[in-house]
């Protein structure tokens, strides 16, 4: 019961005779085997050798040292357990150092999965006291910049636990507890830890202008640990500081990229014209809300198919390819075509398409930006100009008079036939000529 609950005795010295003969090298076992006391130093002494032979007992027992009753003088038994004792203390350093050393190897790991500043200040100071072995009352300030705004004048606390929990997102130097503000900048002007008799802080360098310090109640407690352990666990969170500083650098350029592409992405959904981008495959790679809602479809079901799916006429499908064609071999640096197809409810209708290459860092051609504007008016207006002049021709053409008509520098546009017959021009030839030529 005494060794289940004093796990650190550093020396037992056992009788091999107690209740029974074998009672002492029963309990070696027991030691050993089930409570796995393995620091422990072990003296097995006997007043009857013959119950258990020393060199028998050293072979099969794990035991550290064998001495008889009859030896065991005053300074003999001195010398032992001081032996014993010291073996114990390097034991466990031993012991100790190898697990820090697991633990810091833990704790860079799980520290490394942290992808935010708070996080793992939190994370460090869980670690530490894991470390210690002991409940940690610390913050971890961020020297020079704060991770909630763009303050990069002050410092900042990232992380505080126990009684400065509350302590989270302030700057530094409006903690009521001056000590704490003396104690870290005093350790970040040095760039080295700082000791003193109930408080440490720990100086951590990520990068030349990222600088932090962790400051803990009870500088006793750090002096059970090896400083080479202590300098390993630092550089750990330091790296661990510039691993979350670059995927916090990553996020933002990714937020900023996202940003811009949803900027963009209502710009081109806004327009009333059709937007979009095909790959050098002809499959649509990009398709702005106007398109997508002329077929039906939205812009993401449109993306990764072919314009077959969208032209049945085979003609203009044949030309559209030709035109991309040439956009794709660097033929052509721009064209244009007006297209007309037949809408889902049967109406023609005609558009101005304008295609352009984009290229990647090499300069080739990797897809190709359209934009499709509507002129289905303007077509339906150039046809009624057209009709209407053609039906003006025909009245022109049926008076029995003659009609000329001049443009505003008096020369020749139009004569019917008597004109014709009378000035013995033909119109075609007069056309432009001034009206006092052809009347001589």
Known sequence: TLLRGHRDVAVVLLDVVMETAQAGLELVGFIRDQLGLAECRLILRTGEPGYAPELTVIQEYDINDYRTKGELTHTRLITTVSSALRSYQQLHALAEHRRGLELIVRAASDLMQEHAIANLAEGVLTQLAALLRLPVDGIVCSQKGSPYGDDREHCYVVGATGRHAGCIAQPLETLADQRIVAAIMSSVARRKHLFGTDYAVLYLQAAPSQEAAIFLEGGQVLETIDRALLDVFVANIAACFRNVKLVE????????????????????????????????????????????????QSPEQMVGRAQADFVSDPQLLQALRSDDEAIAACRQQRIEREISFIGRSGEERWFHTVKVPLKDASGAVDQIVGVSIDVTDRKRAERRLLEAKERVQVTLDSIGDAVITTDAQGCIDYMNPVAESLTGWPSAEARGRPAGEVFR
Do not use: K, M, W
């Not at 900023?256 to 806004?270: C, N, P, S």
């Not at 495959?281 to 990009?286: F, K, P, Q, Y």
């Open 249 to 296: 650098r990553l996020l933002r350029a990714q937020q900023e990229i996202e940003a811009q592409r949803a900027f963009l992405r209502t710009v081109i959904d806004a327009s009333p014209h059709f937007i979009f981008v095909i790959d050098r495959e002809g499959r649509i790679r990009l398709a702005n809300q106007s398109l997508a809602e002329r077929f039906g």
